[in-house]
């Protein structure tokens, strides 16, 4: 299975947050499945942290190492997937998450998100 891992469920996972259900974890973990996050995850975390808004134990820098270390892949925006932004309709305005459907939908990929805002779109989501 092919996934997608939405910015905060890529956190929660590499911090062990008890609030990804054990489902996810599993599907996570399970290296049979080719896991991304996608580029602007990265970009939405680096903002976040370099205003104090988020807290990263260790610094920037163990988020590269977790990615490569666990095999998880960087997915880089494409201009398939800003293509893919024109035909999305505004049920969800938060532009990282609106890529992230964008990339998912380009990519016939299935993201693992709480946000029941991507349930509106032609997407596969997990959780």
Do not use: C
């Not at 080719?34 to 602007?40: E, G, P």
């Not at 969800?92 to 890529?99: A, L």
């Amino acid at each position: 299975m092919n996934l997608l891992l939405d910015t905060h469920t890529f956190l929660w996972f590499i911090n062990a947050d008890t609030q990804l259900p054990f489902k996810d974890v599993e599907l996570i973990s399970d290296l049979s499945n080719i896991r991304y996050v996608s580029i602007a995850s990265i970009w939405e975390i680096v903002i976040k942290f370099s205003l104090n808004k988020l807290e990263i134990i260790g610094g920037f820098n163990t988020i590269e190492n977790f990615l490569e270390n666990n095999d998880i892949e960087v997915l880089p925006i494409n201009f398939s997937h800003t293509k893919q932004l024109l035909t999305l309709p505004y049920h969800h305005n938060d532009p990282f998450d609106r890529i992230i459907i964008s990339q998912a939908i380009s990519e016939n990929l299935h993201v693992i998100t709480k946000d029941e805002f991507f349930k509106l779109y032609d997407v596969s989501v997990i959780w």
